[in-house]
């Protein structure tokens, strides 16, 4: 049965005991998010409507980063998200990151009862689109999307999906300078992404973790 844990900055994250694996770091889920996705992706592109991927909703902590950051900077943000495997309901309730984000507790779960494979206005700045499918069999349009969440379980907990193959499809999911981030800076996954077509630069990572990846499409 899936555990929920208290992280290092007081925020939950989920642990998996079938894949022996966390959906955030212990050593600060928010902190993580924010450094990965907000700052390395979302705060370095200069647009003020911004279209984003992300690949694994999971807890929803992404998206209502994303959300807070897209109402204080007054952006217009299209989200759309891919998810085989959502969570239930009563780990969404258990969740404090409406507390530790600092966004209003019924947007949070608005987010995560709103209708699935459908466009929901969650406020005006951000359109939440979730789309109940599996990575493999997901097929994007082409050169779509401005910034690509990855955050999919650990490369070797979900060793099919950090592939050449599957960045290569979100590559062409991408626009011209667009950006793909992930907390993972493995060697292979370094090597898949350049493989694809990526530029791959190493940042300097959030507590716990050395570095974590920025790849941009040329």
Known sequence: MNQLIITS???HTIYVPELNEHYHSVHGAVQESDIVFIINGLSALEKTEISILEIGFGTGLNAILTLKYATQKKLKINYTAVEKYPITADFVMLLNYPETVGIEKQQFKTIHDCKWNSPIEINPNFILRK??????????????YDLIYFDAFAPEKQ?????STVFKTLYAALMPNGIL??????????????????????????????????????
């Open 159 to 163: 060793p099919n999906l950090w592939t």
């Open 9 to 11: 900055d007081n925020s």
């Open 131 to 144: 789309l109940h499918t599996d990575l493999l069999e997901f097929r994007p349009e082409n050169s779509v």
């Open 181 to 218: 981030c992930t907390y993972s800076a493995k060697g292979t996954v370094k090597q898949a992404l350049r493989s694809a077509g990526f530029d791959v630069t190493r940042l300097a990572g959030p507590p716990g973790k050395r570095h974590v990846l920025r790849a941009k499409k040329l």
